[in-house]
């Protein structure tokens, strides 16, 4: 079983702390999103102790967190929409040459799963990358069902050939 070749983009690295009784326990945040630039795509979130720590444990993360994703002749199947918290994120299909027009960490998100026109647009109110990013992966997400609808009329129409080869052969 071969690895899969994933390649990641940091999009936030922030210092956050814990006040406890003896004071503050200081540690960096790091937000990557990994994706093999072939309908597989992930972000990962972790802490650590400094800063490549934290980006090591957060690509680990975001390859395990990955989830596959339709590419369409280089976009998207249909509009969609995903909301996380104060995030909205639309994402619409582009013809072919228009290109990806995106912002932030949407733009990353969409440019690793390996999609080269799709419109975007972040509706909602907060500019948190992190959250952002979630939104956009919650509207990817949204493709499971497309996914699963294409499986099964591929296998209709393998069985509706097979039937038709079948009758053909014993006439």
Do not use: H, W
Not at 143 to 165: G, H, P, T, V
Request: with cysteine; aromatic share 4%.
């Amino acid at each position: 079983m071969t690895k899969e070749k994933f390649e990641y983009k940091v999009i936030e690295v922030k210092r956050v702390a814990k006040v406890t009784e003896g004071g503050k326990r200081i540690r960096i945040r790091a937000v990557v999103i990994a994706g093999n630039l072939n309908g597989k795509v992930g972000v990962g979130v972790e802490k650590g102790l400094d800063i490549a720590d934290a980006v090591m444990k957060a690509k680990k993360q975001a390859e395990k967190n990955a989830i596959e994703v339709p590419l369409v002749e280089g976009t998207i199947p249909y509009e969609v929409k995903g909301k996380v918290g104060a995030a909205e994120v639309l994402l619409k299909p582009a013809k072919k040459g228009r290109g990806l027009i995106a912002g932030g960490p949407v733009r990353a998100v969409l440019a690793l799963a390996g999609y080269t026109d799709v419109v975007a647009k972040i509706l909602g109110v907060t500019k948190n990358p992190l959250v952002n990013t979630l939104a956009c992966l919650k509207a990817l997400e949204k493709f499971k069902n497309y996914q699963n609808k294409l499986r099964l009329k591929e296998k209709l129409i393998s069985l509706a050939k097979k039937k038709k080869d079948d009758s053909n052969s014993s006439n």
